[in-house]
């Protein structure tokens, strides 16, 4: 995670998915204006888009082949456009993408990290609500997590 939220924000699909299924997809647009994702994002989405998402295209084909051997195609064409733009905060909750972006050092946060900055800059009131509707998809989150997300929100009741 990152502190300083660099000018582009980069999607890629899973937070996207999570985000809609419970209903906070417009928090994005309210907590980062605008995200850029790519099209092979966009085709794993499947839904239309709002206006504040912004598709763009990788360059390096080849850096995100060889991403794609492992890594899945979303994460591998968000990671390697975050490289061509610098100064990124890209979006995603895949373990092993995560792994990636600490190795070349591309600031990142997932959908806990996006619903607590929801909670701590006001746009939401609680995010309990948020965590019980994320915890009622397939997103895998352990209770002590959980836990610490609530603590950290100050909804945490002992």
């Not at 850096?63 to 794609?68: I, P, T, V, Y």
């Not at 051997?69 to 990671?79: F, P, Q, T």
């Not at 979006?91 to 990636?100: A, E, N, P, S, V």
């Not at 996006?114 to 006001?122: G, P, Q, S």
Request: charged share 25%; aromatic share 6%.
């Amino acid at each position: 995670m990152t502190s300083k939220t660099p000018e582009i924000v980069i999607s890629d699909t899973s937070c996207l998915i999570v985000l809609k299924n419970i209903g906070g997809l417009d928090l994005l647009r309210r907590l980062y204006h605008s995200i850029l994702i790519t099209p092979e994002v966009a085709k794993e989405f499947g839904l239309s888009l709002p206006d504040w998402i912004k598709i763009r295209e990788v360059k390096d084909w080849d850096k995100l082949a060889r991403l794609n051997e492992v890594l899945d195609l979303g994460e591998a064409s968000a990671l390697t456009l975050a490289m061509e733009l610098h100064d990124c905060l890209v979006l995603l909750d895949d373990l092993k993408g995560r792994k990636f972006a600490e190795k070349w050092n591309i600031p990142y946060t997932g959908v806990l990290g996006i619903l607590v900055k929801a909670k701590n800059t006001h746009l939401i009131p609680e995010i309990r609500p948020m965590l019980e509707r994320l915890l009622e998809t397939n997103f895998r989150i352990s209770p002590r997590i959980v836990t610490e997300v609530l603590k950290a929100t100050g909804e945490y009741l002992s």
